[in-house]
């Protein structure tokens, strides 16, 4: 009972160090994000861009020294993972500044450090029994899963995002050139008619 | 006795913990916005922490009171569900009611234009979303659940999150449909009409032209 108490006193940190963002990028901007990372944390992240012109995006790592660790131009997703060399504040860009009116939607996700334990006393270094292995293979098994709901839900969003402005391309392209067909024949026979009766006088005097 | 009063310490620490989150700069009027896609009755928690720019010590302090920010989240149907202001460090949670893209915003609700001076607000930000909500010794104080049975907890958790989500995918694979049949409908009887309305008016043209000619003694 005391030894609960005290567990549960030493337990205040997250089951999961990352983070997941996604967030809108306006045209001709920069968008940067921090993070204060020790030495040798292995650190990943992904991006995708969902929506938005072309959906592409500039992307690139910085390092506490000002080294370039990921650059790339116009991608459409990505993921980048490295080892870090130094402690310090990495710095993870986007950049919408090569498009002149089209904002994009990005998503981030960052992701640090191992998974902490659900509680303290599970990190002691005795084996686990069966029934505790089973559950922590079932946990990587369900995180898996929920990693590939979030992929396809994202591709899900692009494709619907493409789908709806299709649709409104389709309407409006349709009601522009119903409009311009009508302006046309009418306007080509007032123009005929036009033509004739200006020369009418001068066909009579040449024949 | 002992046991709440160690659940509400370790409920307090986890609170004032500082969270470990990203972070990011904002100007003074500058307003971030982040897009949460979530099914419904989900749980979403965001902590944020600020830090300003102090030219004195040429580093960044933690925020003086009295700037804080002020969140905005708004519903897949633009409504805004929560509007509030929250001191330098906050924390603000929702549950959906409706699946769909959350927006939560953020700016600061600074009116002396002197604190910022120039610089920017440094925010850190952790959302976490469905289970990762969960507070796992919060729950093992509560419920009196041995080790195993809060991974199985756990575990269920999660599944319950995957299940949500799958429901959820099943309402977004039915609007994309609806926008698919509705473009292929679309595209069909527009290219019907205006194939009629160029016949149409090809041949208006020739009986006009030609009734015009006659009429002018050229034909």
């Known amino acids: 009972m005391l030894y609960l108490g005290l567990s549960c006193l ?10 997941e963002l996604t967030f809108e990028l306006p045209d001709n901007e920069k968008e940067c994000f921090y993070e204060e990372l020790e030495k040798d944390v292995r650190f990943d992240f992904d991006f995708q861009v969902i929506s938005g012109g072309n959906y592409d995006v500039d992307c690139f790592v910085i390092d506490p020294l000002d080294n370039v660790l990921y650059n790339e131009k116009k991608k459409q997703y990505d993921s980048f993972s490295h080892t870090t060399d130094m402690k310090g504040v990495y710095k993870v860009c986007f950049s919408n500044e090569f498009s002149t009116f089209t904002d994009k939607t990005v998503y981030l996700d960052f992701r640090h450090g191992d998974e902490e334990p659900l509680l303290e006393s599970m990190t002691r270094s005795s084996a686990l029994t069966q029934m505790e292995s089973s559950c922590v293979s079932l946990h990587e098994i369900l995180n898996s899963v929920a990693e590939s709901q979030t992929w396809y839900r994202l591709r899900e969003a692009h494709d619907r995002i493409k789908a709806e402005h299709l649709l409104e391309r389709v309407s409006y392209w349709s009601i522009g050139e119903t409009i311009l067909l009508f ?17 009418k006088g001068s066909l009579a005097a040449t024949t | 006795m002992m046991l709440s009063l160690s659940a509400a310490l370790t409920l307090a620490l986890a609170w004032m913990f500082p969270a470990h989150g990203l972070y990011f700069h904002i100007g003074e009027t500058e307003k971030k916005c982040f897009i949460e896609e979530i099914p419904d009755e989900t749980m979403v928690i965001g ?27 708004k519903d897949p149907d633009t409504k805004i569900i929560l509007s509030r202001q929250y001191g330098s460090d906050g924390r603000f949670t929702f ?48 419920d009196k659940l041995t080790e195993l049975q809060l991974r199985v907890r756990q575990l269920l958790d999660q599944v319950e999150q995957i299940q949500k989500e799958q429901n959820y995918q099943r309402y977004r694979e039915e609007r994309f449909r609806m926008t698919s049949e509705s473009t292929n409908q679309r595209v069909l009887w527009w290219s019907i009409a205006q194939t009629l309305i160029l016949i149409v008016t090809g041949i208006w043209q020739m009986k006009h032209l030609k009734s015009f000619f006659e009429a002018k003694k050229l034909v």
């Open chain 1, 183 to 199: 302006v046309i024949g009418i306007g080509q026979v007032i123009m005929l008619r036009s033509f004739f009766s200006d020369k």
């Open chain 2, 47 to 73: 902590k944020y922490r600020t830090q300003l720019w102090d030219k004195q010590s040429g580093s960044f302090l933690p925020a003086t009171p009295g700037l804080g920010m002020h969140v905005e989240i």
């Open chain 2, 95 to 142: 549950t959906s009611h409706t699946p769909g893209e959350h927006q939560i915003c953020l700016h600061s609700n600074s009116t002396k234009m002197a604190l910022f001076a120039g610089g920017k607000l440094r925010v850190h930000l952790d959302i976490q979303v469905g289970e990762h909500t969960n507070n796992y010794p919060e729950i093992a104080a509560k």
């Open chain 1, 10 to 19: 030493l337990l205040h940190v997250l089951v999961v160090f990352g983070t």
